[in-house]
Nanobody, 127 residues
Framework: EVQVVESGGGLVQAGGSLTLSCAGS????????IAWFRQAPGKGREGMAC????????VYADSVKGRFTISSDIAKGTVDLQMNSLKPEDTAVYYC????????????????????WGQGTQVTVSS
């Protein structure tokens, strides 16, 4: 059975850092696109970053480029999202999701493209 589990969320002050981790199993981990989405109250689900684990290529939304870094660890079966210089507007529930297609642009990182989802982890950035 496919499992996707996020961890690492919490409360952090503006300017601080958090690292989220996504543990995946039950699929071909090294030949997938694994993305991080976030959803703030009253907002749609926003794709922020995605990694193609087959070749480690990545795409980022402009809003997080330079602050967030996505990486994969095949041996551990995890994908991390390193978040630096956090802002209050980063406050949201963060989701990890898995797709079978190769992702070439951030525009393709939309919920409909992703087949398997974690339950989400809350990130709250205080001012």
């Amino acid at each position: 059975e496919v499992q996707v589990v996020e961890s690492g969320g919490g409360l952090v002050q503006a300017g601080g850092s958090l690292t989220l981790s996504c543990a995946g199993s039950g699929f071909t981990f090294d030949d997938s696109a694994i993305a991080w989405f976030r959803q703030a109250p009253g907002k749609g689900r926003e794709g922020m970053a995605c990694i193609n684990t087959s070749d480690n290529t990545t795409v980022y939304a402009d809003s997080v480029k330079g602050r967030f870094t996505i990486s994969s660890d095949i041996a551990k079966g995890t994908v991390d999202l390193q978040m630096n210089s956090l802002k209050p507007e980063d406050t949201a529930v963060y989701y990890c999701a898995v797709s079978e297609i190769y992702i070439q642009t951030i525009g393709v990182v939309a919920p409909v493209v992703f087949d398997h989802w974690g339950q989400g982890t809350q990130v709250t950035v205080s001012s």
